[in-house]
């Protein structure tokens, strides 16, 4: 049994996998003034609630995109299991052919989420993760990373909008009765789910232009549930892709 571990920029996604079976997901807030001892007890009562024993946790692998919180990560997860925690970076395998001009400079995300999509989905293939930014990656009919977009992520819009106008109130994501809005708060909702919705349609269309075949879409993150049922292309959702992904890399790397 491995623990792995997907850190954001906003959350921590903390998951437990046996025999290629992921046994539960959880999500931590990222908080950078958090010791290991902390991140320990939080990680410790994950896994008492899900009634895990820590004796049959053999290993552990992490992706982080927050180089500062890798260290209490490992340090926490060594203090709970006892065992050496891998980290996704430089001399880890992954098996991606990355063929952008400095590979060294994709994030520990991205290489995830692209190994697990290529082992699971047909290709060519647009892997959309929706967290504090929303990143696009292309991987082409031979399975090569090709590229990508980043664009700022939903909350991080909403942020930015409300905390820079002085009458727009902060707002829950819940989607609204209809597009065209009749109130403030239901305006603004309808212009960050369905704009990032069409913003996501407009981008994966004009990605299928310079593609030579029909790619699939795939779907992840923790506000992708909240925009994939608003978007027009048949997109599909996966929560899981980024610890099957890290399963993979820890298959690949480990003994």
Do not use: W
Not at 231 to 248: E, F, K, Q, Y
């Amino acid at each position: 049994m491995i623990l792995a571990i997907d850190v954001g920029n906003t959350n921590i996604v903390f998951g437990c996998i046996e025999n290629q079976k992921i046994l539960f997901t959880e999500r931590l807030s990222t908080d950078h003034a958090k010791t290991a001892f902390e991140y320990a007890i939080s990680f410790h009562n994950i896994l008492e609630i899900h009634q895990i024993d820590t004796g049959d946790i053999t290993g552990a692998i992490i992706a982080s995109v927050v180089p500062p919180i890798t260290s209490h990560l490992k340090e926490a997860v060594y203090k709970v299991t006892g065992v050496d925690t891998m980290v996704v970076g430089p001399g880890i395998r992954t098996g991606l052919n990355i063929r952008m001009d400095n590979p060294a400079q994709v994030g520990a995300d991205l290489i995830v989420g692209a190994v697990a999509g290529i082992a699971q989905y047909p290709c060519p293939l647009v892997l959309v993760d929706m967290g504090t930014a929303t990143t696009i990656t292309v991987i082409d009919e031979k399975k090569n990373y090709i590229g990508g977009m980043i664009l700022p992520g939903i909350r991080v819009s909403l942020d930015s909008l409300t905390s820079r106008t002085s009458q727009l109130p902060r707002i829950s994501l819940d989607p609204p009765k209809n597009l065209i809005g009749t109130n403030t708060i239901d305006c603004m909702r309808s212009g960050i789910l369905y704009g990032n919705a069409a913003c996501l349609d407009g981008m994966i269309d004009r990605i299928r232009g310079e593609l030579p075949e029909e790619p699939t879409i795939v779907a992840t993150g923790g506000l992708a549930k909240v925009i994939v049922p608003l978007c027009r292309n048949h997109i599909i959702l996966d929560d899981d892709l980024l610890l099957r992904g890290l399963m993979l890399i820890y298959e690949k790397n480990a003994g």
